[in-house]
């Protein structure tokens, strides 16, 4: 018989969801800058909005000594700062939404330049992915007549995409 100890949690019979195995670690991490509410960190652009998300980060959450009210520090390019000195109350505000009550009473903005420092390296926005190439009119052929039989559009419509995929992929890979 074995026995779990008691600081270790037992874990069940199958898969886990991605996000219980790190819930603790992001966690931690976010209570070290300060974050008492980790969605600040993980959904950021859902709670300020893709426009904002794409000038600032949240850096850290510093308390002052009063523990009334905190301050937020966002990173931003030097270019976007102006732009995001100008919305302030409105990030306030939406933060403010995201913990439920008037947590940050103030937001500073730190200024970075795009490129130099290690630490100082900001990159918001993803590079944009390529555009994918056209299909060869004989693979999107040969899919359609391998899905040909089946009812529902949906189904067939993704596996026509799978097929496509599959049959225009180099055959010579040694792997």
């Known amino acids: 018989m074995s026995v779990t100890p008691p600081n270790q949690k037992r874990r069940g019979r199958g898969f886990e969801p991605a996000a219980g195995l790190l819930k ?10 300060g974050f008492a509410v980790s969605r600040l960190l993980t959904h950021w652009a859902e709670v300020v909005g893709d426009e904002i998300a794409a000038m600032a980060l949240p850096v850290k959450v510093g308390y002052g000594r009063e523990g009334l009210g905190a301050t937020l520090t966002l990173l931003t390019t030097g270019a976007s700062a ?6 302030l109350p409105k990030i306030r505000e939406k933060v403010n939404a995201c913990y439920g009550y008037n947590a940050i009473s103030r937001v500073v903005i730190t200024q970075t330049a795009p ?8 990159a918001f926005t ?3 992915k390529p ?17 040909g039989e089946i009812g529902d559009q949906t189904l067939r419509a993704a596996l026509e995409a799978l097929g496509e995929k599959v049959l225009s992929r180099p055959r010579n890979r040694k792997g």
Do not use: N
């Open 24 to 33: 603790d670690r992001i966690r931690s991490v976010g209570e070290s800058r």
């Open 115 to 122: 490129t130099g420092f290690a630490e100082g390296q900001v």
């Open 131 to 147: 555009a994918p190439e056209p299909a060869d009119p004989t693979v999107q052929a040969t899919a359609r007549t391998l899905s």
């Open 126 to 128: 993803p590079k944009p």
């Open 82 to 87: 102006p732009l995001l000195q100008m919305q």
